[in-house]
């Protein structure tokens, strides 16, 4: 990868991550749980779309300090007890709106920290998902975990309870930056809980590790690779460190002089890319690599590959439901976002509606910009005229404006247009925001990027 310094000039600004397009900033306050509840009702008409359920756990044990997820510091076990029957009966609330015979292909539980929930508990969760869902034979269910609250004998109680896929938060194995951000834990152990994954039957195992974090420097985080790529975990996602101390108070705590610089975060991208690729890892696109017999690696290979407020998926044509305090469903050409403190989400659900208080409906224009940064972000390819017919338009001319905040872009070598054919290279799959960002009009106005994480 050529990153010249005009280029890292060009990358050393703000942009969406593109899990949803518009981008969640750009819901709108006038949608609510009735808008929701008609999304949902038209959904179910034929054909319906399988469904994917995010279950969003926001109870962490400890602060840490680089973290932007929703999150509540709680160690009260009276308070997880109550979010457990709270989840249960937002389930219902989805059930009583949709055809019962939709299959439920994808549960994940994500956070915060899902593994807050006892064993026991993440039991009785799962069996009311399947009692309260038509949840399809061999559907994939995951859980994000933090390690330093897990033991090594609760995977084979998470087995049991219908897990099949599990991820393990990371960051970094060097001490400096673990006390940096407020996140100490033991390598072995993490080793231990992937060995202990992959005995009992663990389908996929996925790490998260971040660059970009405070006292990082080529040669510890080249050690953090070294290990990882040792204890051979099925999936690495590999993200990007997004500072916002004026969205997330805990990242005041990080010492800004400890950050490193766009060009230095380049290089430890580069390293990652180096390395988890001479390992074997396949590039699947911005930050994650999966081994080449991971499903993963398969959708790309096949172009079944989908973005969603989880990152990357292979469970494509799915409309999204999300349970819980702050999560986002996807559903048709709506998109719905719970209440982002517990109080009101809580009250919302014990009161009998859905805790929507943000959103929007798509437009024609939007579902077709959808349609497109989705393409550009999964396979990393458009057929210019294909599109135009599939959309009923002329691509060039549509596009005009675009096409021409693309240009630079195509002189850096990131993406190719070659006979109708808009083609990613292999350098720009790490940078596919900037191209996303140039058919994105909301990211072509003044002051458009405050509240997004840098791009690199």
């Given amino acids: 990868m050529d990153y010249n310094p005009e280029l890292i000039a060009e990358l050393d600004r703000r942009g969406p991550r593109y899990t949803s397009y518009p981008p969640a900033p750009y819901f709108g306050n006038d949608f609510g749980a009735q808008d929701l509840a008609s999304a949902l009702q038209a959904s179910n008409k034929q054909p319906a779309r399988p469904l994917s359920l ?7 044990h400890q602060l840490c300090y680089y973290c932007g997820c929703t999150k509540i510091v709680n160690r009260k076990p009276a308070k997880i007890d109550g979010y457990l029957r709270t989840l249960i009966k937002e389930a219902g609330l989805f059930a009583e709106v949709l055809d019962a015979q939709r299959p439920v292909k994808q549960i994940h539980l994500g956070g915060g920290t899902p593994n807050s929930f006892r064993s026991g508990q993440l039991s009785i969760l799962l069996g009311e998902m399947r009692r309260i869902f038509n949840v399809a034979a061999g559907a994939e269910i995951s859980i994000e975990i933090d390690p330093r609250t897990l033991q090594v004998d609760d995977l084979d109680r998470y087995r049991m309870a219908g897990f ?4 393990i938060g990371v960051q970094d194995f060097d001490r400096a930056v673990q006390r940096a951000i407020n996140r100490e834990q033991s390598q072995d152990h993490i080793r231990d809980l992937i060995d202990e994954a992959r005995f009992v039957g663990f389908r996929g195992i996925n790490t998260d590790i971040i660059y970009g974090l405070p006292r990082q420097n080529l040669a510890t985080f080249h050690q953090t690779l070294m290990a990882l790529i040792d204890m051979r975990p099925d999936r690495v996602a590999v993200y990007s460190y997004a500072h916002l101390p004026q969205q997330f ?4 705590m990080i010492n800004l002089e400890d950050l490193p610089d766009a060009s230095l975060k380049l ?3 580069e390293l990652a890319v180096k390395e988890l690729t001479a390992a074997g890892y396949r590039h699947i696109g911005m930050d994650h690599f999966a081994l080449p017999e ?3 690696a398969r959708a790309l290979t096949g172009d079944s590959l989908q973005r969603n407020f989880q990152g990357y998926s292979t469970n494509g044509g799915c409309d999204m439901l999300g349970l819980g305090m702050s999560a986002i469903s996807s559903v048709g050409d709506s998109y719905a976002q719970n209440a982002k403190t517990l109080p009101v989400y ?12 943000r959103g929007m409906h798509l437009t024609t224009e939007e579902g077709i910009r959808r349609d497109l940064i989705q393409r ?9 005229a294909a599109f135009g017919v599939e959309h009923g338009i002329d691509f060039k001319r549509y596009f005009e404006r675009d096409l021409g905040r693309l240009k630079p872009y195509l002189k850096k070598g990131l993406i190719t247009a070659e006979a109708d054919q808009l083609q990613v290279t292999d350098s720009g799959r790490y940078l596919l925001r900037p191209l996303a960002m140039a058919f994105d009009p909301y990211m072509n106005q003044p002051r458009s990027d405050a509240s997004y994480s840098k791009l690199v």
């Fill in 164 to 167: 099949n896929r599990i991820s």
């Fill in 346 to 357: 809580v009250q919302h659900i014990e009161t009998g509606h859905f805790a929507t208080v």
């Fill in 54 to 60: 995010y279950l969003h756990v926001p109870f962490c």
């Fill in 294 to 296: 991971d499903e993963l």
């Fill in 267 to 269: 290089q430890l991208l």
């Fill in 376 to 384: 550009l972000m999964c396979s990393g390819r458009i057929d210019m």
């Fill in 249 to 252: 108070k805990a990242q005041r």
